[in-house]
């Protein structure tokens, strides 16, 4: 869990916290390394603080916490986070009885900032596409592969940890939809184009067999070596991509998914819709690419409208 152990009862109450978080919350590994790592500084900060229990953190501790962390320049968005952790952890001890109330009821979390990585204008993902259309077309299974990764992470605007867990059988080419098992297990169905569709065939019609060995099973994308592709790989074979735009500020795979997001917003197409294709379980995620359209409209309307 931590590589310091924390005395007790603290250390039981991250052991309890953490089973609750995979069991009861389904949290990715991700989520739950975070949110722990939260718990444990927040501890730390009250046990030099004479803390000895749980019950001994109360609200003022948990501002100067969050406070000497502001001050130091620590970004909103951790900032928001650790309070959704310390409300998260606090809501539970209570449910378990080892608080008698919830300091966190009146604490105000930190608003994020509406910043995203960088989004690829279409004319930039249409150059990815055509530079990977072309590394496919001599025939080599990674590069065939590659191709078919990233028209399905923008197609179908996955997070890189969704495209990895893909089977064979989450296709339906006839009604060209993906079923994805996202955040908290939750499963949805996207669509995907004719331009995903064709990639997949591509890679799906001989170059996934070339790859295949005796337990490969039925992962939809696989290594070199047979194996289920990882995300360390989908990230590499992104960044490499990203490197040969050279004019983008783009960095992750995750700027694909937010490529998606806006150019639907600026295609027409409706919020609600857009919220159901990532699968965010709240509009209000969903809105910050609604900020990231207009701003690309007023920098459109500065730099060609003469009286802007």
């Known amino acids: 869990m931590t590589e310091t152990e924390l005395p007790e009862p603290f250390a039981g109450v991250l052991a309890g916290f953490e089973r609750y978080l995979l069991a009861e919350r389904a949290r990715s590994v991700h989520t739950v390394r975070a949110y722990l790592a939260d718990a444990e500084a927040l501890i730390y900060f009250a046990l030099a603080d004479g803390a000895r229990s749980l ?22 968005s951790t900032l928001a986070r650790r309070s959704a952790t310390v409300r998260t952890l606090m809501a539970w001890a209570l449910r378990e009885g080892l608080i008698q109330e919830n ?17 690829l204008h ?34 179908a605007g996955l997070r890189v940890g969704e495209l990895v867990a893909l089977d064979l059988d989450d296709l339906d080419f006839e009604r060209r939809t993906v079923r994805v098992l996202g955040k908290g297990n939750k499963e ?21 067999m070339a790859l295949y060995r005796q337990g490969s099973g039925a992962a939809l994308f696989l ?14 074979v992104v960044g490499r991509g990203f490197e040969v735009l050279g004019d983008t500020s783009a960095t992750s795979p995750h700027a694909l998914r937010h490529s998606t997001a806006t150019h639907l917003l600026d295609g027409g197409a ?15 995620t969903t809105q910050i690419y609604t900020h990231v359209s207009v701003d690309r409209l007023r920098a459109s309307y500065r730099q060609a409208h003469p009286r802007a």
């Open 55 to 76: 019950t001994d953190i109360d609200l003022a501790t948990i501002r100067q916490w969050l406070g000497e962390q502001s001050v130091a320049g620590l970004a909103r």
């Open 103 to 119: 300091p966190t009821l009146r604490l105000k979390a930190p608003k994020r900032q509406k910043t995203l990585p960088g989004v």
């Open 223 to 236: 290594g070199a070596r047979g194996g289920r592709v990882d995300q360390r790989q989908v990230r590499s």
């Open 188 to 208: 949805r169905t996207v669509p995907f184009g004719k331009p995903a569709a064709g990639a997949l065939q591509h890679w799906l019609n001989g170059s996934r």
């Open 270 to 284: 409706d919020l609600r819709a857009v919220q159901e294709i990532l699968g965010h379980s709240s509009l209000a």
């Open 122 to 155: 279409q004319e930039q993902m249409q150059r990815l596409i055509s530079t990977l259309e072309a590394d496919a077309s001599g025939g080599d299974p990674l590069a065939v592969r590659d191709q078919a990764m990233i028209e399905l992470l923008y197609a």
